[in-house]
């Protein structure tokens, strides 16, 4: 079966750095997407890899190997308005999404 | 620019009711999709369109009906609806999934079924 792992919750400090993990193992691979979804609200791209490496977009970042089936965020300077859930999904060899249950970033003063 | 837009934002349902979501993209795109997300889940695949009048099922389509008779609107109905169905509904857009198109999402439709 296709299964993405990450982790439920996670806490850490304002203005910290925080690494949130997502490992999978899919039928095929065409790319792995984070997203972010505020409480109540709508989940909102961040980022996109397909080959290996780091991709940074300002104060996140994305990692992926593809060969250890895994992928990571990278939330740098933490700010308040951080807190909230980051979904993995990676696209199979259907091109289709399967998504991560997502973990619950909660940011403390 | 209203992005997705779905209709309604709550509702609240006797079981064996039935009732059609409404989802409406303005960004030209061709494909749209139907999940639903549950406490402890990931996003689960309803059904998804790749262009207008065609459908498909996805993940979890039992209990649930499509259809897409214009590109810019994809309708979700619930035949008998039931427990089970209560859950947030979300409707998401995209260009053809090749590369690093990313899904763009509506705020969700809030279902409770008693």
């Known amino acids: 079966g296709q299964n993405i792992d990450q982790p439920t919750e996670m806490t850490a400090t304002e203005g910290a750095i925080v690494q949130i993990n997502c490992t999978y193992q899919t039928s095929g691979f065409n790319g792995l997407f984070w997203y972010q979804q505020h409480a109540g609200e709508a989940p909102t791209f961040l980022s996109y890899?397909?080959l290996d490496g780091l991709e940074e977009k300002g104060r996140f970042s994305s990692f992926l190997s593809r060969s250890k089936g895994y992928s990571y965020l990278l939330l740098k300077e933490l700010q308040m308005k951080d807190s909230a859930s980051y979904l993995c999904?990676?696209?199979?060899?259907?091109?289709?999404?399967?998504w991560g249950a997502g973990t619950k970033l909660i940011i403390k003063p | 620019n209203a992005g997705v837009t779905q209709t309604p934002k709550f509702r609240v349902l006797k079981t064996g009711q039935s009732m059609t979501l409404l989802c409406a993209q303005d960004?030209?795109?061709?494909?749209m999709y139907w999940y639903r997300q549950d406490p402890g889940m990931g996003l689960r695949l309803i059904h998804y369109?790749?262009?207008?009048?065609?459908?498909a099922k996805g993940e979890v389509p039992d209990g649930y009906n499509v259809s897409r008779l214009k590109k810019q609107n994809f309708l979700l109905g619930l035949e008998s609806a039931a427990p089970s169905q209560t859950s947030v509904y979300f409707c998401?857009?995209?260009?053809?999934?090749?590369?690093?198109?990313?899904?763009?999402f509506g705020d969700g439709t809030r279902l409770s079924i008693l």
């Open positions: 998401a857009s995209s260009f053809p999934e090749v590369g690093n198109q990313p899904q763009h």
């Open positions: 960004m030209n795109h061709e494909y």
């Open positions: 890899n397909v």
């Open positions: 369109s790749v262009g207008e009048g065609t459908t």
């Open positions: 999904a990676v696209k199979d060899s259907n091109y289709q999404l399967i």
